[in-house]
């Protein structure tokens, strides 16, 4: 096996409670790398349509990567992957902390579990050895209370309910999160509430030595290009991304909100909530936030911060303009184990179906008491509106009928994240082609058009972020290389940091010993996005699903740094279909699969869309 590696995944059944090794062959690495790619071959080939997603059969995979547990800067990451319940397609979510490491400590590269428990249970591993243990007691608590001695990601109440949007928690007070695409709903499906993690082990590295080296050069550039990141987090953006009219406002109907987004930036919540910062293993950024209210409504709240998608989210698309409400809010999400961005999503829509009649629950824009008791009650699941809301805002939509559709903010039935393809029209094809649904970070595109370049893969200037020519093969690339990031397990903030291909690929060379260059690098990230690509199509995803929602394509600003503005989503899709070498209806061809080594998914016939959930 590799350097980088163990060559080993634990398989776990939690029906029979059997535990095993399984080799990871090196060959399957090369093609895959590990995080996500390699989630997406054992997904594709052990689940299909016939897979419920909250059924025993689903293969929920925790996944490392070779940067894992290494001196590659931001890379004690992990990637959480199934059949999403939210979607119903491709499900995956990646999250920071300490737990990456931890498990690649303890002696995996990751951990395939299918199954049921007919109890509650957790998973105990610690170097090479796992075992399962009874968890009736800690079933209920929350993810602030929940603690193993060890470092652990676990499921909240929300989980454990069966909320479509329910996520992964990491770092208990830290509140990291593999937030998206319900990954939380899986775990408590399988009544599998945490995974706890430990050991003393070490992948060998080919070549430490120039490793080292490389990353000493490149740690400073990091630190100074995201000093503005450390200094308020993540939510630094909120003030700029307003003014550019990116931040969505009132359930994305609204092009400006300047005092609201003032009151819930990062600037502001470091002059009054902000208490200290904190720092992903090995990262140099340290975007965490930690906070404390001392007094008034929100007094208790301490711990992790809310983020800019948070701030949004809980905030702008609300119109709840006081950082300590959106910092309550962040932390019940926290506990109870829910995605902020799609809790966020299905508040406001509950907004705006109150405002037009379509539900009764006295729910106005801004009320933030209002906002943090529906939020309690989605996470317990408590009453039929509760329940309704906990599917997410496309199954809510259908559900109430009337106009609703025409205000649920989703792409393949994921609510979008904080970023308006109004100001930057990159991200109108980004959101939706993502093979999870609407997603920036599959693509990250819109950051060319803000500060990045990286001639490797043809961005030599910061671009126009209204423009149409070109953006479709933007976006391919893009993804292409998020795939590396998200297989690799590199956090991509530090893009902003002034990394690039080339180091990425150094690094992988160093760490496995591979002969790789940045050609085979950006292959690899193309074979994986086609991959998840033609697990979606066998599901019945195709150009029909690529699309965005009215209020994005139809709806012009009147006021805000986006007016007037509408991105041709259309014309878009066909450059990035041609970019990307797949049919016009945005099925890869079987030309483009055998080149990319993916022979053996040539021929599999898409399933019906009636099968999906």
Not at 270 to 280: G, H, N, P
Request: glycine share 12%; aromatic share 8%.
């Amino acid at each position: 096996m590799a350097h980088g590696y163990y060559g080993k995944t634990l398989r776990v059944n939690l029906t029979t409670g059997e535990l095993r090794d399984e080799p990871l062959p090196e060959a399957l690495a090369r093609l895959c790398l590990g995080g996500s790619g390699l989630a997406a071959r054992y997904l594709y080939d052990e689940t299909d349509a016939s897979t419920d997603p909250l059924g025993p059969d689903n293969l929920l995979c925790f996944m490392a990567g070779p940067f894992v547990a290494t001196p590659v800067p931001a890379s004690n990451r992990f990637a959480v992957a199934a059949r999403s319940p939210l979607t119903g397609i491709w499900g995956e979510a990646d999250c920071g902390g300490h737990w990456g490491g931890a498990l690649k400590s303890a002696g995996y590269d990751g951990i395939l579990i299918t199954g049921r428990a007919d109890s509650p249970v957790y998973l105990w591993i610690e170097d090479g050895q796992a075992e399962l243990r009874g968890a009736s007691h800690l079933w209920g608590l929350d993810t602030y209370e929940l603690d193993l001695g060890a470092e652990m990601v676990c499921i909240g109440p929300a989980g454990e309910r069966g909320v479509r949007f329910a996520s992964v928690m990491s770092g208990r007070y830290d509140g990291r999160a593999a937030g998206r695409t319900g990954m939380g709903a899986v775990m408590g499906s399988k009544n599998l509430k945490a995974i706890a993690c430990q050991g003393r082990q070490r992948a060998p590295l080919a070549d430490r030595e120039t490793l080292v080296r490389s990353v000493r050069e490149i740690i400073p550039t990091i630190r100074q290009g995201t000093a503005n990141m450390h200094k308020y987090g993540t939510a630094n953006g909120v003030i700029s991304f307003e003014r550019l009219g990116d931040m969505p406002i009132r359930n994305w109907a609204v092009g400006q909100w300047t005092e609201g987004a003032e009151r819930i930036s990062g600037q502001h919540m470091a002059e009054t909530i902000l208490t200290d910062t904190y720092a992903c293993g090995g990262c140099p950024i340290g975007c965490g936030r930690v906070v404390e209210i001392a007094q008034g409504p929100y007094a208790g709240v301490k711990g992790a911060g809310p983020e800019y998608e948070t701030c949004a989210s809980l905030g702008a698309t609300c119109l709840i303009d006081n950082i300590e409400a959106v910092a309550k809010l962040n932390e019940l999400c926290n506990r109870y184990g829910m995605d902020t961005i799609s809790t966020g999503a299905i508040v406001a829509f509950a907004m705006e179906a109150q405002e037009r009649g379509l539900i009764e629950e006295g729910l106005d824009w801004g009320d933030a008491q209002g906002a943090i008791a529906l939020v309690e009650r989605i996470a317990r699941q408590e009453d039929e509106l509760a329940r309704l809301l906990g599917q997410g805002v496309r199954a809510a939509a259908a559900q109430l009928g009337g106009q609703a559709e025409e205000f649920a903010i989703h792409a393949k039935g994921m609510e979008l994240p904080m970023h308006d393809p109004r100001a930057f029209y990159s991200l109108a094809p980004a959101y939706a082609t993502s093979n999870r649904g609407g997603c920036h970070l599959q693509a990250l595109s819109h950051i060319f058009a803000r500060s990045v370049t990286m001639p490797e893969i043809g961005v030599h200037e910061v671009l126009d972020r209204y423009a149409v020519e070109g953006a479709g093969e933007l976006v391919a690339r893009s993804q292409d290389l998020m795939c590396l990031f998200d297989s690799l397990k590199q956090c991509k903030f530090v893009l902003f940091g002034g990394v690039k291909l080339s180091h990425m690929t150094e690094w992988l060379r160093a760490i496995t010993g591979w002969d790789v260059d940045n050609e085979e690098m950006l292959t690899i990230g193309e074979r994986i996005y086609n991959l998840k690509r033609m697990y979606n199509v066998r599901l019945g995803v195709s150009r029909k699903d690529d699309t965005l929602p009215p209020r994005i394509l139809v709806h012009r600003f009147q006021e805000g740094g986006a007016v007037g503005k509408l991105p041709p989503l259309g014309q878009m899709l066909a450059g990035y279909y041609e970019a990307r070498g797949w049919t016009v209806e945005g099925i890869p061809t079987p030309e483009k699969l055998a080149a990319l080594g993916l022979e053996e998914v040539i021929g599999n016939s898409p399933c019906p869309m009636e099968s999906r959930p």
